[in-house]
């Protein structure tokens, strides 16, 4: 006989109660997929522009290369960029609460939030 441990019919039981309870726990808590109702811009960590995402605007930014971020039909993208790679232009349109663009070689952070992500709106 070996000696070792073995599963027992009620520890596999177990092992999966615990996964599911896990599985329910995790969809429980996930963040909201809200559509997003403001872009914030951010240039070397500090806001630069905060915008409702309805707004029709078209934005360039210029540091060591320079980002056209533009606006439009409630979404947001880096249109242009001369930056290397242009990884952030590749990123496409976004319109969902949470989702971000960056160009890290322009220092340049292109942030969609919802309702639930402002903590106030002055003005």
Known sequence: MRDGLRFQKGDILAIGLVLVLAVFAFCLFLPENEKGTRVEIYRDGVLVE???????????LEGDYTSVITLRDG???????DCPGEDCVASGWID???RSIVCLPNGVEVRVVGDSDV?????
């Open 75 to 81: 979404r947001v993208a880096i249109t242009s960029s």
């Open 50 to 60: 905060s915008l409702p995402l309805w707004e029709e605007r078209e934005i360039t």
């Open 119 to 123: 903590d106030f709106v002055v003005g």
């Open 96 to 98: 969902r609460a949470g």
